[in-house]
């Protein structure tokens, strides 16, 4: 298997030699970090060439860029025999879960709207690439709360995703249907792999409950009790999960963000969208990213 070329680019000078690389990407965290480890000295470089923490880099495999954001940490190691240095990132929508959204309220703005508008100071994009549902009559954050966790918490009422591409933009998007049509194969693409299978945190029931002010078309009543309720692939036989042999309901604190457009079949989506994000079997795939020239 051969390796491919991994270079980091920083204010313009391309780096690489790296003696060991570590990229990760993951639907369950929104921005791609990596860790790259060199000596002081590059390849094919006569003088030391810092990388200062807080720069705008651009990751290239191949000379195509997989990751575009910041240097997060720069670690200088010293010792007798060696001297390196490792060098640490994030894509850019790691500033959406670092920093604080702006306390407001947004009225009759859709999903895309309110994520342009939160990215929009952090030089970040929006693509949308699924149905992501109509407006918000109504939808707050909580002061202090990080732009990520406001958009976070908007999405799940309409069962959307948020990822990265890794090119310093946001995507709206679901579990997708296409599958790839290259085979991951050991010792073609994967030097090693390891799997977690667990039902840690996976219940046979789902359900979320909102909260909303009544209105004239929709009653106090009806309003203070929206419920929406998922259930792990029940038996016809038992109506419980053949993953579960036993009952486990899982009740989260009411949503108050499930407001304005609320109602049984939004707060369904989120109890839906809850359990999909549970997965129980987990795995970590070391790539041919490892061990890459300059």
């Known amino acids: 298997m051969s390796n491919p070329d991994m270079r980091l680019k920083v204010d313009g000078t391309i780096y690489g030699g790296w003696k060991q690389i570590t990229v990760r990407r993951s639907l ?24 200062r923490p807080g720069a705008a880099c651009t990751l290239l495999v191949n000379n195509s860029p997989v990751i575009v954001g910041y ?3 720069v670690n200088i190691e010293y010792g007798d025999k060696q001297h390196q240095v490792a060098v640490s990132g994030y894509d850019k929508t790691g500033d959406l879960v670092g920093c604080s959204a702006p306390s407001t309220q947004f009225s009759g703005r859709t999903l895309a709207q309110v994520a342009t508008d939160l990215c929009k100071p952090f030089g970040i994009g929006v693509k949308v690439n699924t149905d992501i549902g109509g407006q918000f009559s109504r939808l707050k954050n909580n002061e202090g709360d990080s732009v990520f966790e406001t958009l976070e918490s908007a999405a799940r009422i309409r069962a959307v995703l948020l990822l990265s591409d890794g090119l310093g933009n946001l995507v709206l998007s679901r579990a997708g249907t296409q599958r790839i049509s290259e085979a991951l194969e050991l010792g073609k693409n994967i030097y090693r792999a390891s799997g977690k299978n667990s039902h840690r945190d996976r219940f046979s029931r789902y359900e979320v409950k909102g909260q ?8 106090a009543e009806d309003a203070a009790h929206p419920l929406g309720t998922s259930v792990d692939k029940p038996s016809r036989a038992t109506g419980r999960s053949p993953y579960w042999p036993r009952n486990r309901w899982i009740n989260p604190p009411p949503r108050s963000e499930l407001n304005g457009n609320a109602m049984s079949a939004m ?23 490892h061990g890459a020239g300059a």
């Open 267 to 289: 707060a369904g989506a989120a109890a839906s969208h809850t359990r999909s994000k549970l997965v129980p079997l987990q795995w970590s795939l070391a790539t041919g990213l």
């Open 71 to 73: 240097v997060d940490d």
């Open 28 to 51: 369950e965290q929104l921005a791609a970090s990596f860790e790259l480890v060199v000596s002081e000295r590059w390849a094919g470089q006569d003088t030391v060439r810092p990388i």
């Open 212 to 219: 909303m002010a009544g209105s004239d078309e929709w009653y």
